[in-house]
């Protein structure tokens, strides 16, 4: 058709050029925080713990794959702001079952249910259930199985319904694909999507927490997630994962949760030490990201946030920290690469831009 076309052109006898581009379009990632704040309390504002990594190339603004690492609350918010819309996400992904890193999925998927019931469906990855030595289950498919339940007790589903047939009778929870994994000491493959592939590892916070690992022609992200140290408190080489940091070797970007050692039971604070204990500290941080090679360090989930008197009911011994002592906290870890105090929405390039 184009063949004749540009035939019809030539016996007509009209002169044009053809402009053909020879620059292949250049990889690139984005790596965007949609929510800073660590644990249950409320601060300023800030959205619950998550993390978007898009991949694509310049012609897509790096837009083609989006992957989301949990949901806390607010993310469906801090994704609108950044113009992405929930019908776009390719894979969700979940660290482990705490409310601030997934209470924002109900929100996310009925959105998604009553615009994009058509499809496709999206993926939802995450760790098989894990039984805890105590006795309760983490359960991230039965999260996932009763995400609709309220608003189909409430009726609204049914309501929705009759007013949109084409809607999956079965409300939020029928639009996705779960994909569970059995999680091991080991980086095991969970997703993938042309060029983008997807490794898990087991770690330890709570049962069934996994931490992750992005690998695109354009550069790679670790997501830790609230990994700490197998060992659940001191005497112990250091609060951070070994599992984490075997998969954040050469990595050109570590995305962290992060306690600060003012938090700390030497300190003032009253924070309860089994929590403290638990997370990774922004200077041991600092040290696993200079063993592993990373490039850029991305601190989120900040226990305590930025400016905050308290973390909920504990003072910050000293008063509020800010960036510096952040920073402070990872160069004493003896880490000289690039460090980034994550706030809401922050977003670095890899490669960077200039
Ligand atoms: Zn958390």
């Not at 801090?78 to 819309?85: A, E």
């Not at 589903?157 to 409300?171: C, T």
């Not at 042309?194 to 790679?220: E, F, L, N």
């Not at 090679?293 to 509020?320: E, S, W």
């Amino acid at each position: 058709m184009k063949l004749s076309m540009l035939k019809l052109c030539a016996l007509a006898g009209f002169g044009f050029v053809v402009s053909v581009s020879t620059a292949a379009a250049d990889p690139c990632m984005k790596v965007s925080l949609t929510g800073t704040q660590g644990g249950p309390p409320l601060f300023n504002g800030q959205a619950g713990a998550g993390t978007l990594v898009q991949y694509g190339d310049d012609s897509d603004k790096c837009g083609a794959v989006k992957l989301q690492f949990d949901t806390g609350r607010g993310t469906n918010m801090r994704l609108s702001q950044m113009k992405v819309p929930v019908g776009k996400l390719d894979a969700i992904f979940f660290t482990h079952m705490h409310s601030d890193h997934t209470e924002g999925l109900g929100d996310i998927l009925q959105l998604r249910w009553h615009f994009n019931s058509g499809g496709p469906k999206v993926d939802v990855v995450c760790t098989e259930d894990a039984k805890s030595p105590i006795g309760h289950t983490l359960s991230c498919s039965n999260f996932v199985a009763h995400i609709g339940d309220a608003l189909i007790e409430s009726g609204e589903i049914s309501q929705r319904l009759a007013e949109n047939k084409k809607r999956l009778p079965g409300g939020p929870a029928d639009l996705v694909n779960v994909n569970t994994f059995a999680a091991s000491g080991e980086p095991l493959q969970v997703w993938q999507k042309g060029d983008v592939k997807v490794t898990a590892i087991g770690s330890r916070h709570i049962p069934g927490h996994a931490s992750y690992r992005v690998d695109t022609p354009a550069g790679s992200v670790v997501i830790g997630g609230d990994a700490g140290n197998d060992i659940p408190k001191p005497p112990r080489p250091s609060s951070t994962s070994e599992q984490v940091e075997k998969l954040a070797q050469g990595a050109d970007v570590l995305v962290h949760s992060t306690i600060h050692p003012a938090m700390g039971p030497d300190k003032d604070s009253g924070f309860p030490p089994p929590i403290y204990f638990r997370q990774s500290n922004a200077a041991d941080l600092g040290a696993l990201s200079k063993r592993a090679g990373v490039k850029t360090l991305m601190l989120t989930h900040l226990i305590p946030p930025m400016g905050a008197a308290k973390q909920g009911p504990y003072p910050i011994p000293g008063g509020p920290l800010d960036e510096s002592h952040y920073k402070a906290a990872v160069k004493e870890g003896g880490f000289e690469g690039n460090t980034v105090v994550g706030t809401d929405l922050l977003t670095i390039t890899v490669p960077a831009k200039n």
